[in-house]
């Protein structure tokens, strides 16, 4: 999670991963959140598998704090961070090779910049780790 001369934006943005696997969210610079689409969140759009757990850091201040999920079920997430997913700071985790879902739907119903910088599922399934901007 990063803010410098290119914005504030997750770096990588997009990550493939097995079912099972921890991640952890690093604030390296700025302030921000991660924090996973889900009505439970700030009443946004569900994007995350519908058996899933939702997630929410919120937000960070401090460089090298940290915040760790583990994702159990399989299927695509996408997330953001609080203060800044009007300004496209969102990410997508793909985890194992997802069939259906929420998450694999258009997201019509996310902020015109955060639809610009999801990456796309089958961008991360080829290269597995998507760099930021
Ligand atoms: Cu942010």
Redesign the pocket.
């Given at each position: 999670?990063i803010?410098d001369n290119n914005g504030?934006y997750f770096d990588p943005n997009g990550l493939l991963i097995e079912s099972g696997t921890t991640v952890r969210f690093v604030n390296s610079s700025?302030?921000?959140?991660t924090t996973a689409y889900h009505p439970d969140n700030d009443d946004t759009p569900l994007r995350i598998p519908e058996d899933a757990t939702a997630w929410d850091s919120g937000v960070y201040t401090n460089a090298e704090e940290t915040f760790e999920h583990t994702f159990d079920v399989e299927g695509v997430y996408d997330y953001y961070?609080t203060?800044?997913a009007m300004l496209g700071?969102v990410g997508r985790i793909v985890v194992g090779t997802p069939q259906d879902g929420p998450g694999t739907e258009p997201p019509a119903d996310l902020p015109p910049a955060a639809k610009e910088s999801l990456p796309s599922i089958d961008t991360i399934l080829e290269k597995e780790v998507v760099k930021g901007p």
């Open positions: 999670m803010t504030s700025g302030s921000h959140s961070c203060p800044h700071m």
